[in-house]
C-alpha cells in the first residue's frame, strides 16, 4: 500500500491507500500508527478502497500533541474534508473505536461504523498512567502483553511494543490519558446503522463485556466475538476480523 500525505494547519496526516470505491477509512488505538492493520488488509479485496490514517503525532504524521478523543475526532473530520470523503464506513480500535463514535454519531458522510476492542468508556488504571510517565519502558512492555492472548507469538508482541515505543512516552501518556478521561455514552443513540462491533473473545484491556453493551444500546448493531484473541485482535486473528468485515460491508 502507498503511504500519502495531506497537508493540515498543523502540519501533515499521513495514511495509507488501496483500491476503489466507497472508502473504508481504519482509525488505529493508542500509541500505534496505520501499519497496524496491514494484517487485516491483507484479508480484504481490493474492490474496497481501505485508508488506514496516522493519527496526529503518531507513525509518518506530524509531530501535534493530542489528549483528548474530541481532539483526535476533530482532525478525522479534517481528514475526511481535506480528502473529500463521502459515504465513508469508518472503522476504530479500541481508542480509535472511540473516535469513530464521536465523529461518525455527528458526521453525515459516515454511512457505517466498524468499532472493534472498545466501549463507550474506556477506563484506564491510574497506575498505568503513572507508570507511563514515570517508568516508560517496562509499562509499555506490560502493556503489550496484557494485549493478547496469553501464548500469542512473541513476535505480534514485540510489534506492537516497538510501535508503542517508537510513538515515545509522550504520546503514548497523551493516548492513554484521553481514554481515561472520555465518554461515548450521549453519542449512541445517533451512531449510524447499520454497525459491526467486534471483539477478541479473551480482551482484558477492553473485555467483550463493553462490546456488549455497545450492541445493546446501538439498535441493530451486528456483534461478533472472535475466538482465539485478545485486545489485538487484527494482528491475532486478521483473517477472522477480516471476514467479519466483508460480510457486514457486504450488506
Not at 477509512?25 to 496491514?38: D, K, P, Q, T
Not at 473530520?77 to 469508518?90: H, I, K, M, P, S
Not at 472493534?116 to 498505568?128: D, W
Not at 486473528?237 to 450488506?251: D, M, N, V, W
Amino acid at each position: 500500500m502507498e503511504k500519502r500525505k495531506v497537508l493540515r494547519d498543523w502540519g501533515y496526516m499521513a495514511y495509507l491507500e488501496r483500491g476503489e470505491g466507497d472508502p473504508v477509512v481504519f482509525v488505529h488505538g493508542a500509541g500505534n500508527r496505520a501499519e497496524i492493520w496491514a494484517r487485516l488488509f491483507d484479508g480484504l479485496p481490493d474492490y474496497h478502497r481501505v485508508i488506514a490514517v496516522d493519527l496526529p503525532g503518531h507513525g509518518d504524521s506530524s509531530c501535534y500533541q493530542i489528549n483528548s478523543v474530541e481532539g483526535f475526532a476533530r482532525e478525522i473530520r479534517g481528514f475526511l474534508d481535506e480528502l473529500d470523503l463521502e459515504n465513508v464506513t469508518l472503522a476504530g480500535h479500541s481508542m480509535g473505536g472511540a473516535i469513530t463514535i464521536k465523529v461518525a454519531s455527528t458526521d453525515h458522510r459516515v454511512t457505517r461504523g466498524i468499532l472493534v476492542g472498545t466501549g463507550a468508556r474506556l477506563k484506564v488504571n491510574p497506575r498505568l498512567l503513572d507508570g507511563l510517565r514515570d517508568d516508560f519502558r517496562p509499562w509499555v512492555a506490560n502493556m503489550a502483553k496484557w494485549s493478547f492472548l496469553k501464548g500469542a507469538p512473541g513476535e505480534l508482541v514485540q510489534e506492537a511494543m516497538e510501535m508503542m515505543i517508537e510513538a515515545g512516552r509522550e504520546v503514548l501518556y497523551n493516548d492513554m490519558y484521553a481514554c481515561s478521561t472520555y465518554s461515548g455514552e450521549e453519542e449512541l443513540d445517533t451512531f449510524p446503522r447499520p454497525a459491526l462491533i467486534a471483539c477478541g473473545e479473551n480482551d482484558i484491556m477492553t473485555p467483550p463485556e463493553l462490546s456488549k453493551e455497545l450492541s445493546e444500546k446501538i439498535k441493530g448493531s451486528a456483534l461478533k466475538l472472535i475466538p482465539g484473541a485478545g485486545h489485538m485482535v487484527h494482528l491475532e486473528q486478521p483473517g477472522a476480523l477480516a471476514e467479519a468485515i466483508l460480510a457486514f460491508l457486504k450488506e
